[in-house]
């Protein structure tokens, strides 16, 4: 798709560091890190975020900036003002921007989160991930049960109206019981947003290996289905709307950045290993730091590319929105494709429909309560 | 009238073949003759010239023949002309190994000093001896730390009662020995003898299928002459034929005037096919026919049958394509269509053994880029019914009626089996597990054990050798042939997956092997069979009774959890990897099978 004049842009911005590295993550993060090599991955990255602006800033405005990790709350305050000052200077921001901030517990105290207010974040996600004192153990995370509520409330003194939990269920060895009052303790909280993350022991992390040695017992799917529909009903019963498989949220308060990756909305990945979406084009930059560090322009971070064929673009439009429970319209898909949805897909569409895995609705197609727990098994039909 | 060089000529020339066990060094000895005659120039030395099939140089064993006309100055000062004709290497190509050594008077043994005689060792020299050939023992590998070519020596008297003394002690590998081998040649093997001015005899030994020249026949004269422009009469196939071309391979083809008795050579003769053109056939004059064949003539006897059917994706027609053009090659693999309910248009197919429809199969991979599914490879059943009818059987899912049916017989085979003596008990067990009759044993020396059995071939089938070289750690070695029908107690298994049986996957197996056969596939199957939305029953029955059974567990939960930082990519080729793995799947109502399924139950692992 090409991209129009005054589209609105996404920023994804990756803080690469952290203070451990968890046991279940295999995401683009190092533990090892000095004062020195922040400040330089910093200087870096704003350069990055000007040297591109000239390629992705004009015509377009910003609406939304998702600081990731990593664990960006991490960087100072005028760290983080000056990565911000860099976007703001160099692109045209929208009215309304959101600013997320991924915010771990035992990262974040007292008046940094004035701070973080003051430079124009205005949405945190904080890294719960749960309120058991062993389970975050096990899990490599570096703060207490108690830390969360404790970010929460400094958060809202400092006047955070938009707060996201994330939350992880399916751990090995817990109960439904523990995942639901986990869940409620939560939602006692009194986020915004909350995303609820089943675990997927990831090749390579320490939680991968404890299960397939059997040092720890996986629970078994049908009990991770159960928490995971089971809590459905008890967000939808708290005023949360499940809108993405592994988020919900009080009206008006979906993450409005994630909705651009399950929309096909153009997002442009700054700093390591960051990915982007734009003008049609998928491209990501180098995983290694010192190539990161070493690049003499912007475009020499660009580790690969791929132009969206018509049929990339179909194919994920497709299995990116059917992640939102309210579905696809066919109908939108008929006019931003210029194709008819059925004429394309009619024999796996019916296929996965008699399966159970979708339902379709007037000129909706979504996936049922089946189809959200066999996601992966509908979208390989449509890729 | 004869020229006077003539008879110097036929009294020079010496036709031999190289027999060995597997592995040890026949095809490195022949590479190294070639070499030392000038045949083939070093730079041009590819490893085992001989076997000019890339599978064979691969996997190192020989499987069509190839043979050369070579030169060699003698130390006596004359030039002799060497026939060296290479022969197939393994169990599965008994009758071919006959032929060419038919073609012969004499052999060279060769026998590893490392490791001595063995089962096929023996059964080559008892080839030979059948054949009145002179045998010349070589002892190989002495370049090896661990060779010991006095206790060979020994083993090769002692067990095979032929004379070692001045064998040569050589080193195919590194070249030693190699003209010690040529004047052994020269000096122990007799010339031909043969009637130059009688009405032509020539053995056909070989053939194969060039796609300029049809079937190019490779023959040894025995009586008579042979030239281009002759009508010859194939004898035992009762067809004429007119020659076209007349020639030596050295180790090309070069055309030559004629052959003559004693000589050996090939020629074309505008022939379609390899099987018009039978190895052991005897070829004389239309005109002036010899009275008698040569002896020794047998049809290609097909042991072993299996389905091919196309994979998923695959054409029938490429394969029905690909089969033709090997049959045209290879006289003894016979194919049909047939249809089967699970895997749909295909053929059955007959190979001398399970080797050669490995290799059938590999070629179809490789030389014809195909990917082919092959089903429980099943021996022929005679199955008498009650009327008195026989009905020779060898696709499971056309077995008659139990009702219908008299008696079952399979068949049998005389296995012999030779192993080191320690591993007597373990090798009686396994023989005994595979319903083995032992006849007896010998001890051919101190250390050596051959174990006479008979055996169903059924049971020899089912990766027989790999289990015999895994328990005798590599020692073990084999040579069987078939002997006769007996009755037997078979009976029909059948695997049903979700409740539906799988035709392909059927087989007749005896009924004491019926239980742990229905269980060892059944658990095969669920460690295969990927899981499904539902829960997939896998049982194996006889008839109506199930006899075992294993579930595949529905998946409840396939979902990525997150997508990082919009990385959509990694997501979209982990979705296309899985959906290429679905798209390998063979789809059995309901339930995808993975096409690796049918080869897995073919591996049958005694020692799990």
Known sequence: MTTNKDKPLGIYI??????????????????????????????????????????????????????????????????????????????????????????????????????????????????????????????????????????????????????????????????????????????????????FYSLTPEEGTPVFDDIINGRVSDISEIDDRLMYHRAIERLAKAGYAHYEISNAAKPGFASRHNMKYWSLGDYLGLGLGAHSYFGGRRFGNTENMADYISAAAPEEMTAWEHVNTASDDISEYIFLGLRRTEGIDLRTFGRVFGRDFWDMYKEETDGLIERGLLAHEGEILKLTPLGLDLSNRVFMEYV | MRPAWYNLCMKNIRNFSIIAHIDHGKSTLADRILQITGLVADRDMKEQFLDNMDLERERGITIKLQTSRLTYRAKDGNDYILNLIDTPGHVDFTYEVSRSLAACEGAVLVVDATQGVEAQTLANVYLAINEDLEIVPVLNKIDLASADPDAAKAEIEDMLGIDTAGAPLISAKEGIGITEVLEAVVAKIPAPSGDPGGKLKALIFDSYYDNYRGVVIYTRIFDGKLKRGDMIRLMNSKKNYEVTEVGVYSPGPVETDALEAGEVGYICAAIKQVSDARVGDTITHADAQAADPLPGYKKAQPMVYCGIYPAEGEKYESVKDAVEKLQVNDAAFHFEPETSTALGFGFRCGFLGLLHMEIIVERLEREFNLSVITTSPSVIYRVVLQDGTVEMIQNPSNLPDPLITDHIEEPIVKADIMIPKEYVGAIMELCQERRGRMLHMEYMTETRVLLHYEMPLNEVIYDFFDALKSRTRGYGSLDYEFIRYEPSQIVKLDILLNKEQVDAFSMLVHESKAYARGRFVCEKLKDIIPRHQFEVPIQASIGQKVIARETVRAYRKDVTAKCYGGDISRKRKLLEKQKEGKKRMRQFGAVEVPQEAFTAVLKYDDNK
């Not at chain 1, 959101?98 to 517990?105: D, G, I, K, S």
């Not at chain 1, 309120?131 to 955070?160: E, N, Q």
């Open chain 1, 14 to 195: 990756h803080i690469p560091f952290c203070l451990q590295k968890c046991r279940y993550c295999d995401f683009l993060s190092f533990a090892a890190w000095s004062t020195d090599s922040v400040t330089a991955y910093a200087e870096k990255l704003i350069g990055e975020i000007s040297g591109r602006s000239r390629a992705y800033g004009a015509g377009h405005h910003v609406d939304t900036i998702y600081l990731g990790g990593g664990t960006p709350s991490l960087l100072p305050a005028n760290m983080l003002d000056d990565i911000l000052d860099a976007v703001y200077a160099r692109y045209p921001m929208a009215g309304d921007v959101e600013v997320t901030l991924e915010a771990n517990p035992g990262t974040v105290f007292g008046g940094v989160f004035q701070e973080f207010r003051d430079i124009g974040i205005n949405r945190l996600s904080v890294g719960a991930q749960s309120f058991s004192a062993d389970m975050l153990k096990y899990l490599g995370r570096i703060h207490l049960a108690d830390d969360t509520a404790d970010t929460v409330r400094d958060a809202r003194k400092a006047g955070f109206d938009n707060i996201s939990l994330d939350l992880m269920f399916g751990l090995p060895g817990e109960t439904l019981a523990e995942w639901l009052r986990d869940l409620d303790t939560a939602i006692n909280l009194g986020p915004e947003h909350l995303s």
